[in-house]
């Protein structure tokens, strides 16, 4: 489940899995404060999840880097354990990936246009 590295959609979920990593490190704060997580859980959780995301991201155009995005998701998702805001975010990040992911295989199903016709 992977897009060609020449459909204009791969950037568009780079910058998802970009933009992800920094709300992932955000979220450090809103776990320690909102939802009493320690301190050290928090960095973890936060941290390695954004760690997560910046190597899909870097590893987008190779043979792991979609599955591993998969796996982000999936993951900014199960943030929600530990803070709640993360289901809604996680989620909204979650629908954006497959929705540009949907996006790209259409554009790489539609066949290119031809010279005019008449």
């Given at each position: 489940m992977r897009l060609a590295p020449t459909n204009p959609m791969g950037r568009v979920?780079?910058?998802i899995l970009a933009f992800e990593a920094i709300v992932f490190g955000l979220a450090i704060p809103g776990m320690i404060q909102v939802s009493s997580?320690?301190?050290?859980?928090?960095?973890?959780?936060g941290g390695g999840?954004?760690?997560?995301?910046v190597v899909s991201a870097a590893l987008l155009r190779g043979p792991v880097g979609y599955p591993l995005g998969w796996l982000t998701q999936v993951v900014g998702i199960a943030l929600g354990l530990a803070t709640p805001?993360?289901?809604a975010v996680g989620g909204m990040f979650a629908l954006l990936w497959v929705v540009c992911f949907a996006l790209g295989r259409r554009i790489a199903a539609t066949p290119p246009a031809g010279p005019p016709r008449g």
């Open positions: 979920m780079l910058s997580v320690p301190v050290g859980l928090a960095f973890g959780l999840a954004a760690v997560l995301a805001m993360m289901y």
